[in-house]
């Protein structure tokens, strides 16, 4: 059963008190219509339960503004949810169109810094976020006393001679849950072996972020990417008030998986008495990158469950790790985003 304001509730309960289901929760189909992000479609969701999240369909369906109960989840950037076109795809442009937001898709051939080698050139990051969706759908569907609705659609990165690679993305949620579940698969449409390379950028920001804030997850072992890093790995899972000239600090989780597959941390915040969860599964995406980031203004966090590391398909390669896709090969992953309300 649904379980909202409180109570819990069958599905002829609900259906008698409303008109439409969309009066408690459900996804409404818009756009924007200002500056940059004119004309960019999104998707706004609600369960019912005191989440509600958008999903920015022409940027990878990236998951942009999120909130529970009126507290902002997101970090959000001053770039915005930028179209598609205003892409720039040399060295670190990518952050001039990021937008920040819950869930920053990046891929799907590098990931981290930018690369060119006999697979081409890709930029901070990849692709993934600046290719628009097509095939959209929105849909739900009662079973027995549980109704659960989604957004799908899909994303095509595509060269000639090159990668074909399409990726189809189901992110849904249950009515009366404070989470939201993203599924994906990519598939190799080419007709060659190509790098696959996939994180998911949870960006985490005040006041969910604070000061008070701690990681928490289950004993495992931690790694800095750099000498910057390092000076931080004593306090990788505490935070300090923002401050100017912050150098980003980057950590490599390892997280064991529960006995359901799936690894979480958490962004604990013991002055709200509100945390906000990911959960991924560890079998596909083996590594979690955490970035720091306690600038003034750059106020964030990032959880990154990941198939590979953050340094760019060049050293991913030097070092062992980077991952091919077969032709016709399909993969799929698994990232969910929720909040633990304790109060």
């Avoid at 799908?152 to 074909?164: A, I, P």
């Amino acid at each position: 059963m649904a379980k909202l304001f409180g109570r819990e509730w069958t599905r002829a309960q609900l259906l008698s008190m409303v008109g439409d289901l969309s009066q408690i929760g459900g996804v409404r189909l818009s756009e924007l219509s200002d500056g940059s992000e004119r004309g960019v479609r999104i998707a706004d969701c609600r369960t019912g339960g005191g989440l509600s999240f958008t999903v920015v369909l022409d940027r990878g369906m990236d998951i942009g503004a999120a909130e529970y109960r009126g507290i902002p989840l997101a970090w959000i950037s001053g770039g915005g949810f930028a179209r598609p076109e205003f892409h720039e795809r040399t060295d670190r442009d990518w952050t001039r169109t990021w937008g920040g937001g819950l869930v920053t898709g990046c891929g799907l051939t590098n990931v981290g810094a930018a690369v060119e080698d006999e697979f081409g050139c890709d930029g901070l990051h990849g692709r993934l976020s600046h290719l628009p969706a097509r095939d959209v759908s929105v849909d739900g569907e009662w079973k027995g006393d549980e109704y659960r609705f989604w957004v799908k659609g899909r994303m095509r990165q595509y060269r000639v001679f090159g990668e074909n690679l399409e990726m189809t993305r189901v992110v849904s949620a249950r009515l009366g849950d404070s989470a939201f579940t993203i599924d994906d698969t990519v598939e190799n449409r080419g007709d060659a072996a190509v790098p696959l390379m996939l994180l998911y950028h949870v960006n985490i920001g005040f006041p969910i972020l604070s000061p008070e804030s701690e990681i928490v997850a289950a004993p495992h072992e931690v790694v800095p990417r750099d000498e910057e890093a390092a000076k931080g790995l004593a306090d990788w899972m505490r935070f300090q008030e923002p401050q100017a000239g912050f150098a980003e600090q980057v950590f490599r989780h390892d997280i064991p998986a529960g006995s359901d597959g799936m690894a979480e941390a958490t962004l604990r915040n013991p002055w709200l008495g509100v945390d906000l969860r990911v959960r991924f599964r560890k079998a596909e995406l083996p590594f979690m990158a955490e970035w720091k980031m306690m600038g003034k203004g750059t106020y964030v966090v990032g959880f990154e469950p990941a198939n590979s590391f953050v340094s760019g398909r060049v050293k991913e390669r030097e070092a062992g790790h980077l991952q091919m896709i077969e032709l016709g090969e399909k993969r799929s992953f698994r990232v969910e985003v929720g909040v633990v309300d304790r109060r």
